[in-house]
């Protein structure tokens, strides 16, 4: 027999058991959003690869060795995405969305990675990020922040640190370059070889190294903070008394620089050390110079991405705030006369009740085998309809999660037993 076909390596299938909890987790998220006046935009999930290569920048760990790259049939060069940032301000120029006005921006979808698969990385994995577009001021990188400490607050999460750096500007950033690069010359023989290699190509990453042997030489590094000019201070220093006035905890951690090009100025990630190695669950900043860079408008934005795989370990671990998920009540009908009115009083519930959650059963049976099943679906209640039932015009509701006696109610008020008792 031929070999069943399985996922791609890395991609993985959220089944039944667990989707509950994404789609809590995702609503929740939604709910935050809203409240905070934020939009959603949907991107297409593949883009030219040009535009990954001109955002994401040719020299980062993104573009050297992570994308899934193919030429389609025209021959051009497509790449799925692997960030959902470089696809929102292309949709943003091409629209017209950045002309003389602020955007408050989100999405969410599958970003794709040829990373080597492990707990928390994966090579198709979920983000919901955030970009807001058109504010320059650290007033708008203090909300976003808010916005995601208020995540923390409805998902219940707890143990999360919140780190936050300055990348300073453009122009800051390559005196400082030049710096790192001189005192990192200086003790070569101490760099790893993907470190010798960022040397020529991508200096800051370097300071992300996780090489223990390398944590010394990085402590003892000149640090990008002392390199701020008069107006990036004066950022960095309106976002941290912003977070202190919000009761908002953090620490700067110096070493923080991203891993992508575009960053300018606040850059923040929010850590655990729940997670093992993948401990990031959020990380983002300020990109003044990208919308420039892809042939808009010089436009000021800040945003996020989080990972929601990293997210939902996270609540796996704390099953307590898991949503239940289960049925309010599965439907057992005996007999030909109630499986006949069953759907029929099942469809004038749902009228009534557009919240209640029922499964009807379907393929007949026995009592004796439809009771089980409704046992088994987790309901709340089973509503029990016979000939009997229907001749008498009632319904019998057995409570199914406490051992409460079954009751009978008129049919003509089930809505209203069922609203009281939910
Ligand atoms: P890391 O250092 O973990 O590789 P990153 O800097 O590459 O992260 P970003 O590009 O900033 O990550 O993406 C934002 C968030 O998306 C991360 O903080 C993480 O939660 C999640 N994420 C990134 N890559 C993966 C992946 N391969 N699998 C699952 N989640 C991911
Ligand atoms: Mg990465």
Redesign the pocket.
Known sequence: MAKNIQAIR?MHDILPENSALWLSLEARIMAVLAGYGYQEIRTPIAEMTELFRRSIGDVT??VEK?MYTFDDRNGDSLTLR??GTAGCVRAGIQNGLFHNQTQRLWYRGP?F?H?R?QK????????I?VEAFGLEGPDIDLEVIAITRRFWKVLRLEGLQLQINTLGTADERLIYRERLVAYLSTHKEMLDNESRHRLQTNPLRIL?SKNPHMRELIEQAPTLMEYLGEASRRHFEGLCSGLRSLGIDYVVNPRLV???DYYARTVF??VTDRLG????????GRYDGLVEQLGGRATPAVG????????ILLLEQQPESLPVGVPDAYMVMVGEAAQAAGPQLAETLRDRLPALRMLCHCGGGSFKSQFKKADRSGARYALILGEEELNRGVIGIKPLRDDSEQQQVGLAGLAEYLQAHL
């Open positions: 890395g760990d993104i992570e692997p960030e970003m990675r990373e698969p928390g990385r994966y090579r198709q994995f979920y983000q990020g992300d991203r891993g992508l990630e929010w190695a993948q401990g990031t669950v959020c990380a983002g996020f991405a989080m990972g929601l795989e990293r997210l």
